[in-house]
């Protein structure tokens, strides 16, 4: 079997993350890092979880590697006011004559994520580096279009990817962002804080707030198959959530003892993955 570029890329940066979260976990380049409380700049460059990065892949910027760096991201600080994770299963009841209970017809599961961050500012000029983060989200949430002559139509629709941590992650390629759209984006600068003013070089005046609140909420879009597959779960490391496993510390299986007491079978049938 021939191995190519995308495969060799592939097995350096997936799996468990290392390798891949130290190269696309960090910062990088967001210049809050120069203007940001030098204690939070220092443990946003040592500490790639206390980052949460946002990409979009569709919008301009993209390189061609498998779509694994891009130029068209942001980081911000992990400053969490919320965070939930809602799975829904989707199914169809189909009510028959003759019988009490409908018949369910399993339709899939859908996955949507909500969070809130809550960003500080350590003056103005930090306050306005946030802004303009918060600027180039809300143009992501937009679609890009191709210009032909004099009409546009539109080229892709404006997808993200989301990292932060363990906890929002592609589960096949940890280092990478979880692959959605968002479906609702909210900025709630907290006004009890007060503001920062500043001048411009071109003679504006300026009004910044000294706190931002942003939340949105994502609706995941699976890239590979996920359930179980003869009666193994299909995927490699664990999903959704990264968690620490090895062969001195698996997942936990029921024993032997546990079955025989809970369902009056024998340990023989462990192997036969009843609960696996």
Same mark, same amino acid.
């Given at each position: 079997?021939?191995?190519?570029?995308?495969?060799?890329?592939?097995?350096?940066?997936?799996?468990?993350?290392?390798?891949?979260?130290?190269?696309?976990?960090?910062?990088?380049?967001?210049?809050?890092?120069?203007?940001?409380?030098?204690?939070?700049?220092?443990?946003?460059?040592?500490?790639?979880?206390?980052?949460?990065?946002?990409?979009?892949?569709? =919008?301009? $910027?993209?390189?061609?590697?498998?779509?694994?760096?891009? !130029? +068209?991201? /942001?980081? @911000?600080?992990? *400053?969490?006011? #919320?965070?939930?994770?809602?799975?829904?299963?989707?199914?169809?009841?189909?009510?028959?004559?003759?019988?009490?209970?409908?018949?369910?017809?399993?339709?899939?599961?859908?996955?949507?994520?909500?969070?809130?961050?809550?960003?500080?500012?350590?003056?103005?000029?930090?306050?306005?580096?946030?802004?303009?983060?918060?600027?180039?989200?809300?143009?992501?949430?937009?679609?890009?279009?191709?210009?032909?002559?004099?009409?546009?139509?539109?080229?892709?629709?404006?997808?993200?990817?989301?990292?932060?941590?363990?906890?929002?992650?592609?589960?096949?390629?940890?280092?990478?962002?979880?692959?959605?759209?968002?479906?609702?984006?909210?900025?709630?600068?907290?006004? =009890?804080? $007060?503001?920062?003013?500043?001048?411009?070089?071109?003679? !504006? +005046?300026? /009004?910044? @707030?000294?706190? *931002?609140?942003? #939340?949105?909420?994502?609706?995941?879009?699976?890239?590979?198959?996920?359930?179980?597959?003869?009666?193994?779960?299909?995927?490699?490391?664990?999903?959704?959530?990264?968690?620490?496993?090895?062969?001195?510390?698996?997942?936990?299986?029921?024993?032997?003892?546990?079955?025989?007491?809970?369902?009056?079978?024998?340990?023989?049938?462990?192997?036969?993955?009843?609960?696996?």
């Amino acid at each position: 079997m021939a191995i190519g570029i995308t495969d060799v890329v592939e097995s350096l940066v997936q799996g468990p993350g290392g390798l891949g979260d130290e190269l696309f976990g960090s910062a990088g380049n967001d210049p809050t890092l120069a203007t940001a409380l030098p204690a939070e700049a220092e443990l946003r460059n040592r500490l790639n979880f206390s980052n949460i990065r946002i990409s979009f892949p569709t =919008s301009g $910027g993209q390189t061609a590697l498998t779509n694994i760096l891009t !130029t +068209n991201a /942001l980081s @911000f600080p992990a *400053y969490v006011a #919320s965070y939930s994770d809602n799975f829904s299963t989707n199914f169809t009841s189909n009510s028959v004559y003759g019988r009490v209970d409908p018949i369910p017809s399993y339709a899939g599961t859908t996955r949507t994520i909500s969070l809130g961050l809550k960003i500080p500012c350590f003056d103005a000029a930090d306050a306005n580096e946030n802004l303009k983060k918060i600027n180039t989200f809300i143009k992501n949430i937009y679609p890009s279009y191709n210009k032909i002559k004099q009409d546009l139509i539109i080229g892709s629709p404006p997808l993200v990817r989301v990292k932060f941590a363990n906890l929002i992650t592609d589960h096949r390629f940890t280092f990478r962002g979880l692959l959605g759209y968002i479906t609702s984006f909210t900025f709630n600068p907290d006004i =009890s804080n $007060g503001f920062f003013f500043s001048k411009s070089n071109e003679g !504006t +005046n300026n /009004l910044f @707030f000294r706190s *931002y609140t942003i #939340s949105f909420t994502m609706s995941v879009l699976h890239e590979s198959v996920v359930g179980f597959v003869n009666g193994e779960f299909n995927s490699k490391t664990d999903y959704p959530y990264r968690t620490e496993n090895s062969f001195l510390n698996p997942i936990q299986r029921p024993s032997p003892e546990d079955l025989n007491s809970r369902f009056g079978v024998s340990g023989d049938l462990t192997e036969a993955k009843i609960l696996s």
